[in-house]
């Protein structure tokens, strides 16, 4: 019974895959789930912790892409179009960078909240899908939340955003002497994670960074 309902599933599978072909979740190529290679040529690797100037809250800024072309064209068809079948590149592509500049280790990962309404509406929060490749143990998704629902940062002027921004996220514990990595999907001026960190350092952290997988230069 075993063996025929493997066989079964396997042939399903199968009838599916014939029918309703994988295909790369940007460009639609059959064959090439969930970002073809051409797609993938088309994105473009930032150098890992090259800033200039250092920020005055993130320890640091790492980024995987630039925000244009094709990343760009990811970002906004995982958040506005639900393509979660992009989770998995994106989420990989976010802890190997991580990884590769040495900034995941003994680290709490905490993914940048969204507001209760949003993540209604959209059914998730993108930048929690964008935490699965790390370590379980080490992803805390409910250690920030944001208590105000606020206007997108990039329809406000600068000096704007962080008034915007004000007591919009709280910690629900004390994290002393932590260490933690924030992830999103895109950073823009780095408000958003800026005030994110001065909340989780008010709740102890000795240390918050930020990896995220495009970034607008």
């Not at 993938?40 to 920020?55: G, H, K, N, Q, R």
């Not at 072309?69 to 989420?91: C, D, E, I």
Request: with cysteine; hydrophobic share 40%; charged share 25%.
């Amino acid at each position: 019974m075993s063996r025929a309902k493997t066989l079964w599933t396997s042939f399903s599978n199968a009838a599916l895959e014939w029918i309703y072909p994988p295909q790369c979740a940007l460009c639609a190529r059959i064959g090439s789930p969930p970002v073809c290679e051409v797609c993938a040529s088309e994105m473009y690797p930032l150098p890992a912790l090259s800033e200039d100037t250092p920020d005055p809250v993130l320890s640091f800024r790492l980024s995987v892409f630039q925000y244009d072309n094709r990343a760009a064209h990811a970002v906004r068809r995982l958040k506005y179009s639900r393509a979660t079948s992009l989770t998995p590149f994106m989420s990989n592509a976010i802890t190997e960078t991580a990884c590769e500049a040495d900034v995941v280790e003994d680290r709490m990962i905490v993914p940048v909240p969204i507001h209760w309404s949003r993540r209604c509406k959209r059914g998730f929060n993108q930048a929690e899908l964008l935490c699965e490749a790390f370590a379980r143990e080490q992803v805390d998704s409910d250690l920030l939340r944001r208590t105000r629902r606020t206007p997108p940062q990039a329809s406000l002027r600068a000096e704007q955003r962080r008034k915007n921004l004000d007591r919009a996220f709280v910690a629900r514990e004390r994290i002393d002497g932590k260490r933690v990595l924030l992830v999103d999907d895109v950073v823009t001026t780095g408000s958003t994670a800026r005030e994110c960190a001065r909340v989780l350092i008010a709740a102890g952290a000795i240390d918050v960074g930020l990896v995220t997988f495009a970034a607008e230069l």
